[in-house]
C-alpha cells in the first residue's frame, strides 16, 4: 500500500486535534479511537518524516493513556529518530522507551542511533538517549555503550554527568562487568560539589547497598564525610539509608555514626529528615541507649502532631522500636490507644499493631476484652482486623501466652458471635487445633461447642459455617465431656441445618452418629445386668460385670488411652432414659429420612450410615424391657453387641497425620519406583477399560412405579418435609428460647431466618472511648505474676513439623556477577572483608603503643586504609609520588606496579576509537589482602 497523498499530509490532525475530539465524543468514544489508529496506521507509513512523528507522537498518546498497542511502530520509531531536528528525536525516544523490551526485533538497530547521540556535542540530545538507555537498557546495549557512559561520568556539562551517574545503576544491573570500567569514575563522583549530581550518586549507591552492603563498608569514610558536611536534606536522608544497612555490619562504625545521627535529630526541622534520623536509630543502632531515647522522644512530637500523615510515622517507628524496646510503647500507651479511635483507617491498624506488641501471658484476657469491646463498635474491616489480630498473637508459638484454655475457647465462641466476624475460618482451627493438643480443655471446648449449634442466627452468616463445623466436629468427637449428650443430638438435627452447606451438613450427620452411639452404650451400661458382651475394658476400675448404675451421672467412659472421666452429679441436666432413647431415634428417622435422596454424595451417605445403624438397633431397643424371654433376650444381647462395637470404633482417639509421614517409611527392598511410570503401560497392558454403557448417570429415583413420576412424589415429599419443618422448629423454639428473637406481640413462630446478632444482646458496651482508655491503661500496667489456681495445661506437640525449621542463610555466592566486581575492585581478590573481632585480633599488636587518637573528621575521611606493616611510612611513600588522588583504592598499589600503569597510559592516544578501547579494558587491579579503613578502627 503507498503511503498517503500530500492533500493527506496537509490536512493531517494534529495531537491537539486528537485529544480534543476525544473530550466531545459523549458516547462512542471505542469507535473513535479505532478511526483514529486507523489513520495512525496510514499516517506512519509516510515517507515524511513531520507526518510520520505526528501519527508516532498520537499513537503514544493512545498507548500511554488508553493502553492501546504500539509495537507496529518500532522501525518507523528509529525512522524518526535517524532525523536531524530536536523535535522529532524527543518525539522518537518517547515512543521508544514506552514501546521497546527486551524481545522487540528492531532493539539491537538502535545501538548506533544511542551511541551517535551519546557523542554529541548539543546536552539536550545527550540526555535524552541517556534517559532512554535507562528504560531499555538490556545486555547487549550496557555492554556496547558502556564506553560512552564512563566518558559521560566525567563530562564538564553538570546536566550530562548527572544524567549518566543516573543511568549507571540500569547499566550495572544488566552487564555487571561495566563495574570494572566504571565504577572508579562513579566513586570520584562521591566528592563534586555540585549537590545535583551529589544527590544522583549518594542515590545510586543507596540502591546498591541494598542489595549487598556489606561489599561498599570500604567506603564509609566518604560517606561519613558527606553525612557530616551536607545541607541537603535529600543528599542526608540517602546516606542515612546506606549507613542503616552498613552500621549492623560494622560495630565500629554504628559507634562512629551515633553522635552526627543524634545532632541532626537535636538540630533539623526538617520532619522527613528528622523521620529517617529516628528509623536508622530504632533499626541500626538500637544498642545505643542514649540514641533510642533521643529517638522515643523525637517520635512523641510525631504522635501528638495534628497532621495525620506525622502520627502514622511516629506510630510506624514505635512498632520497630517496640521489638527491642518495649517500654517506648508503655511510655505512650496513652496516645496508642486513644488512635484505635481515630477515623485514618492506617493510624488505627498501626495503634493496633503497637497494642498487640504489649500482649503477654498477664494482660492478655485483659487486653483481648477490651479490644473485643472495640470490634463490636467498629466498622466491619477493622472489626476483622482487631479479630484477627487477636488470634494471630494468641495463637504464636503453641499458645505460648494462654494460661487459661478455658477462658481461650470461650472467647472464640464469644467473637464468633460479632455481627461483623469474618474470621471464621482461623477460628474453626484454633478451636479444633487446640482440642487436640490440650486435653484438659476439652469439657469447656464441647459446652462452647453446644452453645454455637444452639445459636440459629449463626446459621445464616456463611462466614461462620467454618465454626459450626468446627463445633460440630468438637461435640461428636468429645461427645463424652457433655452435660447433656440427648441435647447435642437435637442441636445437630435440628430443622435449620438444611441451611448449611452439604459439606458441613455431612458433618452435622457423622457427629449426630458418635453421640448417639454414646448415648446408646450409656443407656445399656445403665441395665441392672450389663449385657455378657461388655468389656471391661470400657468399665471403671474395680467395678465388677454385675454392677448397676442406678443414673447416668455414676457411669464413665474411657475414651482410648485417656483416663476415665467420671461425670459430677450435677453436671447432665437430664439423665440417659429409654423413653429419651426411643424419642432420638424417632427424630433421626424424621431428620434424615429426606435425605436419603440427596444429590449430594456425601450426605446420602452419611444418612445411609445413621439411619441403618437405627434400623439395626431400634427393635432391640423397643423390646428389651417387653419381654424377658430367650427371643427377646437373644435380640438385647444382639444389640449391644452392635452399640459396643460402634462404640469401640469411635473411641479411638485419631490424631492428625504427620505431613512427613510418607517420607518416613522405608522403601521395600527390590522395589524400583520410576518418577514418569514409563512401565505403567507395560504392567497394565491386559486391563481393558470400562466401556462407556456401563456407567449411567441417571438418578435411580428417576423409574416411575404404579403411575407416579419421582418428579410428582418429590414435591409431594417436599410439602410434607415444609410441613413437619414447620412443627419440628416450633418445638425447637419452645425449648431453646433463649436463642431466638421476639417476634412481636403475638409471638408468630414463622419459618424465617432469625436476623444477624444484634450489638445491644451482647451486653451493654460503653461508647465512651476515655473508659476504654482507662481501662485499656490499667490492662497494661505492668502486674506481678499471677499465682493461678492450676498449672498451665500441657500444649501436645501433634509433629515435629509443629517447629518451624529454622531457615539457613545462603552463603554468599562469588557468582553474583554484580557483588563480585564491586569487591574485587575494592577488596581484590577475596570477597568478604574480615570481621571487626578478627581485625582487631590482627592489628592489636600492631597498634599497641602507637594507636593515635583522630579527633578531625575530614583528617579521618581522607585516609582510606591500613594494610599489613607500617602504615605511616606507606603514606610518607605516597605522598613522595606526588600529587595524592582524591581517591584512593583500600588496597595499596606497588611503586613498580603504579609506574608501569602510568606508562601505559601515556602511550595511549587521545582518538576516539582508543578512548572507547581503554574504556572497555577492565581495571587491572592487583590482589591484595583485604583491609578495614583506618576511618572505622
Same mark, same amino acid.
Given at each position: 500500500?503507498?503511503?498517503?497523498?500530500?492533500?493527506?499530509?496537509?490536512?493531517?490532525?494534529?495531537?491537539?486535534?486528537?485529544?480534543?475530539?476525544?473530550?466531545?465524543?459523549?458516547?462512542?468514544?471505542?469507535?473513535?479511537?479505532?478511526?483514529?489508529?486507523?489513520?495512525?496506521?496510514?499516517?506512519?507509513?509516510?515517507?515524511?518524516?513531520?507526518?510520520?512523528?505526528? =501519527?508516532?507522537?498520537?499513537?503514544?498518546?493512545?498507548?500511554?493513556?488508553?493502553?492501546?498497542?504500539?509495537?507496529?511502530?518500532?522501525?518507523?520509531?528509529?525512522?524518526?529518530?535517524?532525523?536531524?531536528?530536536?523535535?522529532?528525536?524527543?518525539?522518537?525516544?518517547?515512543?521508544?522507551?514506552?514501546?521497546?523490551?527486551?524481545?522487540?526485533?528492531?532493539?539491537?538497530?538502535?545501538?548506533?542511533?544511542?551511541?551517535?547521540?551519546?557523542?554529541?556535542?548539543?546536552?539536550?540530545?545527550?540526555?535524552?538517549?541517556?534517559?532512554?538507555?535507562?528504560?531499555?537498557?538490556?545486555? +547487549?546495549?550496557?555492554?556496547?555503550?558502556?564506553?560512552?557512559?564512563?566518558?559521560?561520568?566525567?563530562?564538564?556539562k553538570l546536566y550530562v554527568r548527572k544524567r549518566a551517574v543516573a543511568v549507571?545503576?540500569?547499566?550495572?544491573?544488566?552487564?555487571?562487568?561495566?563495574?570494572?570500567?566504571?565504577?572508579?569514575?562513579?566513586?570520584?563522583?562521591?566528592?563534586?560539589?555540585?549537590?545535583?549530581?551529589?544527590?544522583?550518586?549518594?542515590?545510586?549507591?543507596?540502591?546498591?547497598?541494598?542489595?549487598?552492603?556489606?561489599?561498599?563498608?570500604?567506603?564509609?569514610?566518604?560517606?561519613?564525610?558527606?553525612?557530616?558536611?551536607?545541607?541537603?536534606?535529600?543528599?542526608?536522608?540517602?546516606?542515612?539509608?546506606?549507613?542503616?544497612?552498613?552500621?549492623?555490619?560494622?560495630?565500629?562504625?554504628?559507634?562512629?555514626?551515633?553522635?552526627?545521627?543524634?545532632?541532626?535529630?537535636?538540630?533539623?526541622?526538617?520532619?522527613?529528615?528528622?523521620?529517617?534520623?529516628?528509623?536508622?536509630?530504632?533499626?541500626?543502632?538500637?544498642?545505643?541507649?542514649?540514641?533510642?531515647?533521643?529517638?522515643?522522644?523525637?517520635?512523641?512530637?510525631?504522635?501528638?502532631?495534628?497532621?495525620?500523615?506525622?502520627?502514622?510515622?511516629?506510630?510506624?517507628?514505635?512498632?520497630?522500636? =517496640?521489638?527491642?524496646?518495649?517500654?517506648?510503647?508503655?511510655?505512650?500507651?496513652?496516645?496508642?490507644?486513644?488512635?484505635?479511635?481515630?477515623?485514618?483507617?492506617?493510624?488505627?491498624?498501626?495503634?493496633?499493631?503497637?497494642?498487640?506488641?504489649?500482649?503477654?501471658?498477664?494482660?492478655?484476657?485483659?487486653?483481648?476484652?477490651?479490644?473485643?469491646?472495640?470490634?463490636?463498635?467498629?466498622?466491619?474491616?477493622?472489626?476483622?482486623?482487631?479479630?484477627?489480630?487477636?488470634?494471630?498473637?494468641?495463637?504464636?508459638?503453641?499458645?505460648?501466652?494462654?494460661?487459661?484454655?478455658?477462658?481461650?475457647?470461650?472467647?472464640?465462641?464469644?467473637?464468633?458471635?460479632?455481627?461483623?466476624?469474618?474470621?471464621?475460618?482461623?477460628?474453626?482451627? @484454633?478451636?479444633?487445633?487446640?482440642?487436640?493438643?490440650?486435653?484438659?480443655?476439652?469439657?469447656?471446648?464441647?459446652?462452647?461447642?453446644?452453645?454455637?449449634?444452639?445459636?440459629?442466627?449463626?446459621?445464616?452468616?456463611?462466614?461462620?459455617?467454618?465454626?459450626?463445623?468446627?463445633?460440630?466436629?468438637?461435640?461428636?468427637?468429645?461427645?463424652?465431656?457433655?452435660?447433656?449428650?440427648?441435647?447435642?443430638?437435637?442441636?445437630?438435627? @435440628?430443622?435449620?441445618?438444611?441451611?448449611?452447606?452439604?459439606?458441613?451438613?455431612?458433618?452435622?450427620?457423622?457427629?449426630?452418629?458418635?453421640?448417639?452411639?454414646?448415648?446408646?452404650?450409656?443407656?445399656?451400661?445403665?441395665?441392672?445386668?450389663?449385657?455378657?458382651?461388655?468389656?471391661?475394658?470400657?468399665?471403671?476400675?474395680?467395678?465388677?460385670?454385675?454392677?448397676?448404675?442406678?443414673?447416668?451421672?455414676?457411669?464413665?467412659?474411657?475414651?482410648?488411652?485417656?483416663?476415665?472421666?467420671?461425670?459430677?452429679?450435677?453436671?447432665?441436666?437430664?439423665?440417659?432414659?429409654?423413653?429419651?432413647?426411643?424419642?432420638?431415634?424417632?427424630?433421626?428417622?424424621?431428620?434424615?429420612?429426606?435425605?436419603?435422596?440427596?444429590?449430594?454424595?456425601?450426605?446420602?451417605?452419611?444418612?445411609?450410615?445413621?439411619?441403618?445403624?437405627?434400623?439395626?438397633?431400634?427393635?432391640g431397643i423397643l423390646n428389651s424391657s417387653i419381654q424377658e424371654k430367650e427371643?427377646?433376650?437373644?435380640?438385647?444381647?444382639?444389640?449391644?453387641?452392635?452399640?459396643?462395637?460402634?462404640?469401640?470404633?469411635?473411641?479411638?482417639?485419631?490424631?492428625?497425620?504427620?505431613?512427613?509421614?510418607?517420607?518416613?517409611?522405608?522403601?521395600?527392598?527390590?522395589?524400583?519406583?520410576?518418577?514418569?511410570?514409563?512401565?505403567?503401560?507395560?504392567?497394565?497392558?491386559?486391563?481393558?477399560?470400562?466401556?462407556?454403557?456401563?456407567?449411567?448417570?441417571?438418578?435411580?429415583?428417576?423409574?416411575?412405579?404404579?403411575?407416579?413420576?419421582?418428579?410428582?412424589? @418429590?414435591?409431594?415429599?417436599?410439602?410434607?418435609?415444609?410441613?413437619?419443618?414447620?412443627?419440628?422448629?416450633?418445638?425447637?423454639?419452645?425449648?431453646?428460647?433463649?436463642?431466638?428473637?421476639?417476634?412481636?406481640?403475638?409471638?408468630?413462630?414463622?419459618?424465617?431466618?432469625?436476623?444477624?446478632?444484634?450489638?445491644?444482646?451482647?451486653? +451493654?458496651?460503653?461508647?465512651?472511648?476515655?473508659?476504654?482508655?482507662?481501662?485499656?491503661?490499667?490492662?497494661?500496667?505492668p502486674k506481678r505474676k499471677p499465682n493461678h489456681g492450676k498449672p498451665r495445661?500441657?500444649?501436645?506437640?501433634?509433629?515435629?513439623?509443629?517447629?518451624?525449621?529454622?531457615?539457613?542463610?545462603?552463603?554468599?555466592?562469588? +557468582?553474583?556477577?554484580?557483588?563480585?566486581?564491586?569487591?574485587?575492585?575494592?577488596?581484590?581478590?577475596?570477597?568478604?572483608?574480615?570481621?571487626?573481632? @578478627?581485625?582487631?585480633?590482627?592489628?592489636?599488636?600492631?597498634?599497641?603503643?602507637?594507636?593515635?587518637?583522630?579527633?578531625?573528621?575530614?583528617?579521618?575521611?581522607?585516609?582510606?586504609?591500613?594494610?599489613?606493616?607500617?602504615?605511616?611510612?606507606?603514606?610518607?611513600?605516597?605522598?613522595?609520588?606526588?600529587?595524592?588522588?582524591?581517591?584512593?583504592?583500600?588496597?595499596?598499589?606497588?611503586?613498580?606496579?603504579?609506574?608501569?600503569?602510568?606508562?601505559?597510559?601515556?602511550?595511549?592516544?587521545?582518538?576516539?576509537?582508543?578512548?572507547?578501547?581503554?574504556?572497555?579494558?577492565?581495571?587491572?587491579?592487583?590482589?591484595?589482602?583485604?583491609?578495614?579503613?583506618?576511618?572505622?578502627?
Open positions: 500500500m503507498s503511503g498517503p497523498s500530500l492533500m493527506d499530509s496537509l490536512f493531517q490532525r494534529s495531537l491537539e486535534d486528537l485529544i480534543k475530539g476525544l473530550r466531545q465524543q459523549l458516547i462512542g468514544e471505542q469507535a473513535f479511537i479505532s478511526k483514529s489508529l486507523e489513520e495512525i496506521r496510514k499516517e506512519i507509513k509516510s515517507t515524511d518524516l513531520s507526518t510520520k512523528s505526528t =501519527a508516532l507522537l498520537k499513537l503514544s498518546y493512545l498507548s500511554n493513556l488508553h493502553f492501546h498497542d504500539m509495537s507496529f511502530a518500532a522501525f518507523p520509531a528509529l525512522e524518526v529518530l535517524s532525523s536531524p531536528r530536536f523535535s522529532h528525536k524527543k518525539i522518537a525516544y518517547q515512543a521508544i522507551s514506552l514501546s521497546f523490551h527486551d524481545s522487540t526485533p528492531v532493539l539491537l538497530l538502535i545501538t548506533n542511533h544511542l551511541r551517535k547521540d551519546l557523542n554529541s556535542t548539543n546536552e539536550f540530545e545527550v540526555s535524552l538517549s541517556l534517559q532512554c538507555l535507562s528504560r531499555i537498557a538490556n545486555v +547487549d546495549l550496557a555492554r556496547d555503550l558502556t564506553p560512552e557512559v564512563f566518558t559521560l561520568l566525567s563530562s564538564n549507571v545503576l540500569r547499566v550495572f544491573e544488566k552487564y555487571p562487568d561495566s563495574v570494572r570500567v566504571c565504577f572508579k569514575r562513579l566513586v570520584e563522583n562521591l566528592e563534586n560539589s555540585d549537590p545535583q549530581i551529589l544527590s544522583a550518586v549518594v542515590g545510586v549507591f543507596a540502591e546498591l547497598a541494598c542489595k549487598d552492603p556489606r561489599s561498599y563498608l570500604p567506603l564509609a569514610p566518604e560517606f561519613y564525610k558527606i553525612l557530616v558536611d551536607s545541607k541537603n536534606n535529600w543528599v542526608s536522608i540517602k546516606v542515612l539509608k546506606i549507613f542503616s544497612k552498613l552500621a549492623p555490619l560494622e560495630p565500629r562504625l554504628a559507634k562512629r555514626v551515633v553522635e552526627p545521627i543524634c545532632d541532626l535529630m537535636r538540630n533539623t526541622g526538617a520532619k522527613s529528615l528528622l523521620f529517617e534520623c529516628i528509623r536508622t536509630v530504632v533499626t541500626s543502632l538500637c544498642e545505643n541507649e542514649s540514641a533510642v531515647r533521643l529517638a522515643v522522644g523525637k517520635v512523641r512530637e510525631f504522635l501528638v502532631d495534628e497532621d495525620p500523615n506525622l502520627k502514622y510515622l511516629g506510630l510506624q517507628a514505635l512498632r520497630i522500636v =517496640a521489638e527491642k524496646h518495649l517500654w517506648a510503647v508503655s511510655e505512650n500507651k496513652e496516645v496508642v490507644i486513644k488512635s484505635l479511635s481515630n477515623a485514618d483507617p492506617n493510624i488505627k491498624i498501626e495503634s493496633l499493631r503497637l497494642v498487640m506488641a504489649m500482649v503477654s501471658e498477664h494482660n492478655v484476657s485483659e487486653i483481648s476484652r477490651v479490644l473485643v469491646n472495640y470490634a463490636l463498635k467498629s466498622d466491619p474491616v477493622f472489626c476483622n482486623e482487631i479479630l484477627g489480630s487477636i488470634l494471630s498473637t494468641c495463637s504464636r508459638n503453641l499458645y505460648e501466652i494462654i494460661v487459661d484454655f478455658d477462658w481461650y475457647v470461650s472467647l472464640l465462641g464469644e467473637m464468633s458471635r460479632i455481627p461483623h466476624c469474618q474470621m471464621g475460618d482461623e477460628i474453626e482451627n @484454633q478451636l479444633i487445633d487446640v482440642g487436640l493438643r490440650v486435653k484438659d480443655v476439652r469439657p469447656e471446648l464441647v459446652r462452647v461447642a453446644r452453645d454455637l449449634l444452639i445459636d440459629p442466627a449463626l446459621l445464616g452468616n456463611s462466614f461462620l459455617h467454618g465454626v459450626l463445623s468446627a463445633a460440630a466436629w468438637a461435640s461428636g468427637e468429645y461427645v463424652e465431656f457433655s452435660r447433656n449428650p440427648l441435647e447435642l443430638v437435637e442441636a445437630l438435627l @435440628q430443622p435449620r441445618t438444611n441451611l448449611l452447606p452439604p459439606s458441613i451438613r455431612a458433618i452435622y450427620i457423622q457427629s449426630a452418629f458418635k453421640v448417639l452411639v454414646f448415648c446408646l452404650h450409656t443407656c445399656f451400661m445403665r441395665g441392672k445386668n450389663i449385657a455378657p458382651s461388655a468389656s471391661l475394658d470400657n468399665m471403671p476400675a474395680g467395678v465388677s460385670a454385675s454392677a448397676s448404675y442406678e443414673s447416668f451421672e455414676d457411669f464413665s467412659v474411657e475414651n482410648g488411652a485417656d483416663a476415665a472421666v467420671v461425670h459430677d452429679q450435677t453436671c447432665a441436666s437430664a439423665p440417659i432414659t429409654k423413653e429419651s432413647i426411643v424419642n432420638i431415634l424417632n427424630l433421626v428417622e424424621l431428620a434424615l429420612g429426606p435425605l436419603l435422596g440427596s444429590h449430594d454424595v456425601e450426605v446420602q451417605e452419611r444418612a445411609r450410615n445413621l439411619l441403618g445403624f437405627v434400623d439395626l438397633t431400634k427393635p427371643d427377646s433376650e437373644g435380640k438385647g444381647v444382639e444389640t449391644s453387641k452392635i452399640i459396643k462395637l460402634m462404640h469401640d470404633a469411635f473411641s479411638k482417639e485419631l490424631g492428625p497425620v504427620s505431613s512427613s509421614a510418607q517420607g518416613k517409611v522405608s522403601l521395600p527392598d527390590g522395589l524400583v519406583l520410576k518418577e514418569n511410570l514409563g512401565d505403567l503401560e507395560m504392567i497394565c497392558g491386559d486391563i481393558e477399560p470400562p466401556s462407556s454403557n456401563s456407567f449411567s448417570f441417571g438418578s435411580p429415583y428417576e423409574e416411575e412405579k404404579d403411575g407416579l413420576s419421582f418428579s410428582n412424589l @418429590q414435591i409431594k415429599e417436599a410439602n410434607e418435609q415444609s410441613n413437619e419443618s414447620t412443627s419440628l422448629l416450633a418445638e425447637h423454639r419452645k425449648r431453646h428460647g433463649l436463642y431466638y428473637l421476639p417476634s412481636g406481640k403475638s409471638e408468630i413462630i414463622s419459618n424465617d431466618y432469625p436476623p444477624a446478632n444484634d450489638p445491644t444482646l451482647q451486653g +451493654d458496651i460503653n461508647d465512651n472511648t476515655d473508659d476504654l482508655v482507662k481501662l485499656t491503661a490499667e490492662s497494661l500496667v495445661p500441657v500444649v501436645v506437640k501433634l509433629d515435629e513439623v509443629d517447629e518451624k525449621p529454622v531457615a539457613r542463610k545462603q552463603p554468599e555466592s562469588r +557468582d553474583d556477577s554484580l557483588s563480585g566486581a564491586v569487591r574485587d575492585i575494592l577488596f581484590g581478590s577475596e570477597d568478604i572483608p574480615p570481621t571487626s573481632s @578478627q581485625s582487631n585480633l590482627s592489628n592489636s599488636s600492631k597498634r599497641k603503643g602507637k594507636e593515635k587518637l583522630h579527633t578531625d573528621p575530614h583528617m579521618e575521611s581522607k585516609e582510606s586504609a591500613v594494610g599489613d606493616g607500617n602504615s605511616s611510612s606507606r603514606r610518607r611513600k605516597d605522598r613522595s609520588q606526588g600529587k595524592e588522588r582524591r581517591h584512593r583504592s583500600p588496597r595499596k598499589k606497588d611503586d613498580k606496579e603504579r609506574k608501569d600503569t602510568g606508562q601505559k597510559e601515556k602511550k595511549k592516544g587521545s582518538g576516539r576509537h582508543k578512548s572507547r578501547q581503554r574504556a572497555e579494558e577492565p581495571l587491572k587491579v592487583p590482589a591484595q589482602t583485604p583491609v578495614i579503613p583506618d576511618f572505622l578502627l
